[in-house]
């Protein structure tokens, strides 16, 4: 079983990068990816428990974009964690998070008890922060009873509390993973439950700059919107995954809820840079 879309504390997932990995042994998995937002911090813990625990570490990280002004987040596997472009972009977007988080509690302050010691209470060192932190402050606090109830109320966009962050052009983004020796598939691209989902051209857009596959098997993707990716992925000639979009206990999604088939693994190996950890 693969699953290729995961998350540690060193983003918003509420596990170390050593015990996601440990979970998903426990979970049956034969391969896992390490995705978190903006960041290859968790990278050299999970390698170690990857080899300890006999799972395949797929190194990846979940990058955050915009096109033609719609959120979008795109995967990136086996790409080179030093490559110049990729540093500084993330170097960018994390301090776009943070100072959006503290913006965001500043206003958060006025109506709640909250602080920003309060959000870094639940971080680690070099974490990339963002709203699910502040969310587990606001829990914590005894205002909402879990992340879902903060981010389909007091936090989600339209809010007098929510404050947009710097995000660079998806363009921009896969032309640089690929620059990287990176592997990139489009996260949850049907996810319209979330807001705002980019059309069909959009996607042949990323396509003709290099993005590689279609993240069709996902919690956030309807049926409907499964069927449209489908027909898109086929026409395009991209690869289809399916990936949990683990989170720890941060959100229900379970690991390998959704996998994706051996032979689309086998390819995203073939074109990555850098090796899949094994024992």
Do not use: C
Not at 5 to 23: F, I, M, R, W
Not at 61 to 89: C, I, K, M, N, W
Not at 144 to 165: C, E, K, M, N, W
């Amino acid at each position: 079983m693969i699953d290729l879309h995961t998350h540690s504390n060193a983003s918003d997932g509420t596990e170390s990068p050593a015990a996601l990995v440990a979970a998903a042994a426990e979970a049956g998995l034969d391969v896992v990816a390490l995705t978190d937002h903006d960041t290859t911090a968790g990278w050299a813990e999970a390698a170690g428990a990857a080899r300890r625990f006999g799972v395949a570490l797929v190194p990846g990280t979940e990058f955050s974009a915009r096109a033609r002004g719609v959120s979008v987040h795109l995967l990136s596997y086996l790409h080179d964690p030093a490559h110049e472009a990729l540093v500084l972009q993330n170097a960018e977007v994390q301090a776009a998070r943070t100072e959006r988080a503290r913006r965001m509690v500043g206003r958060l302050a006025v109506d709640y008890a909250i602080t920003w010691e309060d959000v870094l209470a639940h971080t680690e060192p070099g974490t990339t922060i963002g709203r699910p932190h502040i969310a587990d402050a606001l829990v914590a606090l005894g205002y909402l009873p879990d992340r879902s109830a903060a981010f389909s109320s007091i936090l989600r966009p339209g809010t007098p509390y929510y404050v947009p962050h710097f995000a660079p052009d998806g363009l921009e983004v896969i032309r640089a993973v690929r620059d990287a020796g990176g592997v990139p598939v489009f996260a949850h691209p049907g996810a319209d439950g979330r807001g705002r989902v980019v059309p069909d051209e959009v996607i042949e857009e990323m396509a003709a700059a290099g993005l590689v596959g279609l993240e069709v098997y996902h919690r956030d993707n309807s049926q409907a919107q499964q069927v449209r990716l489908t027909e898109i992925a086929r026409s395009l000639g991209l690869l289809m995954t399916g990936s949990s979009d683990y989170h720890g206990t941060g959100k229900p999604n379970r690991l390998a809820e959704n996998t994706t088939h051996p032979e689309v693994f086998a390819r995203i190996e073939e074109l990555g840079r850098s090796e899949v950890i094994r024992q």
